[in-house]
């Protein structure tokens, strides 16, 4: 059983922006999350991150979450500066650094639908990809909830799509933590991502955002091409989720540029 969390003692004061530090929204923003065997994580990221587990009917079990959204309004944090938009999907694996203690994740890649995508890749060997994200999302106003939420996901690296829906009825249960605020500190507040970039060496960078008020929701189809590829969740599993998460739009800072740290 993981630990019981506090947000409270996560939450910190904005980092203050500088250089080209980036902010921008993220709408439609969901967590996806899957709790597999421990042993499928082996040989995914470097010795100096252990997986972050928790214990399921007795097995060892590691999460990963599909994470898709719009960056609406992306733009500079401290110039004034265009402001873009651009589908986006991430795959992230909840890890510790064990150099530091802190709980993070480890990001398989991204896929991204804009041309900028040639900074984080070219610039800064990103593990970012191209893909055509499309989102097809009907939210009711009144309720605050989706009534339709479906993303197709075209990519030669991770092709993927997803179909959700939300209801007052739906509930947020996560086995493995004591309570419901310790699995949302775990699953919604690692500010650290770590990655290999794509000449092999570790890179990092960090975000800020405040708590996430997202809102339980199911899954009625999914298919995410990169998780079976890698062995992960395989295609039989990937329509009985450990959890799905939603929030309509918030707002991340994203600290660049990346560093190397190996």
């Given at each position: ?5 506090k947000l409270e003692d ?140 479906q993303m197709k996901t ?109």
């Amino acid at each position: 059983m993981q630990e019981p969390r506090k947000l409270e003692d996560y939450l910190i004061d904005r980092p203050k922006p500088k250089g080209i530090d980036v902010l921008c929204g993220l709408k439609h923003f969901a967590i996806i999350t899957y709790a597999v065997p421990a042993e499928r994580f082996q040989g995914i990221f470097p010795k100096r991150f252990q997986l972050d587990t928790v214990e399921i009917n007795g097995q060892e079990m590691g999460l990963i979450s599909v994470v898709p959204f719009i960056d609406v309004d992306f733009t500079s944090a401290v110039f004034p500066f265009p402001k873009f938009t651009m589908g986006q999907t991430n795959y992230r694996i909840y890890i510790v650094d064990t150099k530091t203690g802190e709980r993070c994740v480890w990001f398989l890649g991204t896929t991204l639908d804009s041309w900028t995508l040639a900074v984080p890749r070219y610039i800064w060997n990103l593990p970012w990809h191209a893909g055509k994200v499309y989102f097809d999302c009907t939210l009711n106003e009144a309720t605050g909830l989706y009534d339709k939420y479906q993303m197709k996901t075209f990519s030669d690296w991770a092709e993927a799509s997803v179909d959700l829906v939300q209801s007052e009825f739906d509930s947020m249960e996560f086995p493995g933590f004591p309570d419901t605020e310790s699995a949302l500190v775990f699953l919604t507040h690692p500010l650290a991502g770590f990655y290999y970039r794509r000449d092999n060496k570790v890179g990092t960078y960090r975000v800020w955002h405040k708590e996430l008020e997202v809102k339980p929701a199911r899954l009625k189809s999914a298919s995410f091409k990169l998780l079976s590829d890698l062995g992960i969740v395989k295609v039989s599993e990937q329509n009985s989720p450990y959890s799905v998460l939603i929030e309509p739009i918030n707002e991340f800072t994203i600290y660049l540029p990346p560093a190397v740290i190996g």
